[in-house]
């Protein structure tokens, strides 16, 4: 049964059971649960807690029966004898923790009321983090409670909404910029086609409400001398600055010109091969990570092929491929490209295949309930075995809607992958490496469009029709360069790209060996994150890229 007809199903019952009314036995646990949800597993730190106003290490505050957990921290006492400071963490992901949260009896022993309905001393806040939504701080409920620990206090609120939208990685922003400058088709910016904004952070008044920026700082000690610490947050990158900024690199600016005639020529002269007919659907790869540039250290970090008007796909999702997408997309296009995926194909256990994987799980579910989206079909896994024992794993801590399918095991005439497949208009095979590691994956389109996914190029040699005309992706992982291109050559593909090249491969020994094999045919190039492919059409705009990268990564 569909997640979503679960929680309906759940809804109704329970505007049955406020219907019937409630019974004196069930209002009498509903008094001893509410207590619980102030004191539950706190007697003792709060007994404790004066005593442990002079000492060092956190006081953590349990605030409801599941324990969601906000942390007190009471930093070293200072020479003078006197007590450190304290600052408190506070975790209220969702409206049902605020309740608790404002009854809460250890965080009113900070609250300015305190002394007149206790004898013991008030004890005082430095800082209060919150780690909530918009929403919620800002509500009357919530407002009136951080107003209570007095104007003394420095409020940071972490949430996206009431930060800048500068990057902190500034290298790797000049960098993408610069791709851009040679191409926006290849290189897009979804993030940056408009300078960012200083966000809106409404007023309290008399109290001290900041955004939590990347690398804020707050200095606790010495105790005169607290303060925010801005210097080393990041400034907004304007996109005009910053590309002045990238344009000073001497060798880039150099090179600009004539890479930019040469990508021009190259756009204007598609191959009649790659030239299709309107009624073919066509195809965008997206290179989510290579390790090739600043960003991603990573050599595998997710490619996502989107098939215009079927769906999507996406290839070893890395660690920082949601992150990469949104980077691509930008926050609005991003929920309809994950909604896009119906398959997720995993190469190898290796971590960098599949660590993304859980993240596009929970967010897709996220934006199925946001936007009330019935999908009844669960998002299709391809992987290893112990993929899938991983993901089992994972689903007893949290909703995952999925279903997984053993590649030691697959089987792709079953009646839901052949539909499927047949949807994309693809058929699908894999072969296992020669240490039997990894797997190769085949996928071939309509009209012949074949592309190829691997890192081991030598189960194919003993069938090299299976790859004759097709684009190889070829994950290359710090192995030699030369010897991956003469295998390549013996299999005849149409396209070689190579990605997981390492910066320290980028050598003018290896650029001219490719440069050399491109001397006759163009058809080698060097994959860069977050470039941007249609599939086939503009696949010959790749290999002329080879002779800059010095210059575009300088």
Request: hydrophobic share 35%; glycine share 4%.
């Amino acid at each position: 049964m569909a997640i979503l007809q679960r929680l309906e199903e759940k809804k109704k019952k329970n505007l049955q059971k406020k219907k019937h009314g409630k019974s004196k036995k069930k209002e009498e646990e509903d008094e001893e649960e509410e207590k619980e949800y102030s004191d539950y597993e706190m007697e003792e730190s709060a007994s404790n807690l004066g005593k442990r106003k002079r000492s060092s290490g956190p006081v953590i505050v349990t605030t409801d029966k599941k324990k969601r957990i906000c942390y007190l921290i009471n930093f070293p006492k200072n020479l003078d004898e006197t007590a450190g400071p304290v600052v408190g963490i506070i975790d209220c992901p969702i409206w049902n923790y605020v309740t608790s949260l404002v009854k809460n009896s250890i965080f009113s022993q900070y609250r300015e009321d305190w002394s007149e309905t206790s004898e013991k001393p008030r004890l005082q806040l430095t800082l209060l983090v919150h780690l909530t939504t918009r929403n919620i701080f800002f509500s009357k409920v919530f407002r009136r409670w951080v107003k209570s620990f007095g104007t003394a206090v420095q409020h940071i609120l972490v949430e996206k909404t009431v930060v800048s939208s500068a990057s902190p990685f500034r290298s790797s922003t000049v960098e993408q910029i610069k791709l851009n400058t040679l191409n926006r088709e290849l290189f897009p910016l979804a993030l940056s086609k408009t300078d960012p904004k200083k966000p809106i952070i409404p007023s309290l008044t008399t109290l001290t409400l900041v955004g939590g920026e990347s690398l804020l700082k707050y200095q606790l000690l010495p105790q005169n001398n607290q303060r925010l610490d801005l210097s080393m947050v990041p400034r907004p990158l304007v996109q005009q600055s910053i590309r002045e900024l990238s344009l000073k690199s001497p060798s880039f600016q150099t090179n600009l010109k004539v890479l930019q005639r040469q990508l021009a020529l190259a756009s204007k002269a598609i191959p009649k091969d790659s030239v299709l007919p309107s009624s073919v659907n066509p195809i965008s790869l997206v290179f989510l990570g290579t390790g090739l540039n600043l960003a991603t250290d990573n050599g595998r970090s997710g490619l996502f092929i989107d098939v215009k008007k079927k769906g999507a796909f996406l290839v070893d999702p890395g660690e920082a491929s949601y992150a990469q997408m949104l980077s691509v997309f930008g926050p609005h296009k991003l929920p309809k490209k994950v909604m896009k995926i119906k398959i997720i194909f995993v190469s190898s256990l290796e971590s960098d295949c599949y660590l993304g994987l859980t993240t596009f799980l929970k967010m897709r579910q996220n934006f199925r309930f946001k936007n009330r989206i019935r999908d009844k079909d669960p998002l299709i896994i391809i992987g290893p075995t112990g993929l899938g024992d991983w993901q089992k794993f994972l689903s007893k801590h949290q909703i995952l809607d999925y279903d997984f399918y053993d590649l030691q095991q697959f089987q792709p005439d079953s009646e839901p992958l052949v539909n499927l497949f047949n949807s994309f208009e693809l058929s699908f095979q894999s072969f296992p490496s020669s240490a039997g590691k990894q797997f190769s994956f085949v996928f071939t389109f309509s009209h012949g469009r074949k592309i190829v996914y691997t890192e081991d190029l030598n189960p194919f040699l003993k069938n090299v029709e299976r790859l004759k005309g097709s684009l190889l992706y070829i994950q290359v992982n710090g192995r030699n360069v030369g010897s991956v291109i003469e295998i390549a050559k013996k299999l005849e593909p149409k396209y070689v790209i190579l990605t997981g090249v390492r910066r320290a491969q980028i050598t003018d020994e290896n650029i001219s060996r490719i440069t050399h094999e491109n001397s006759k045919k163009e058809w080698i190039g060097v994959a860069l994150d977050l470039m941007c492919i249609k599939f086939p059409q503009n696949l010959h705009l790749v290999p002329p890229l080879v002779p800059h990268l010095l210059s575009i990564l300088d």
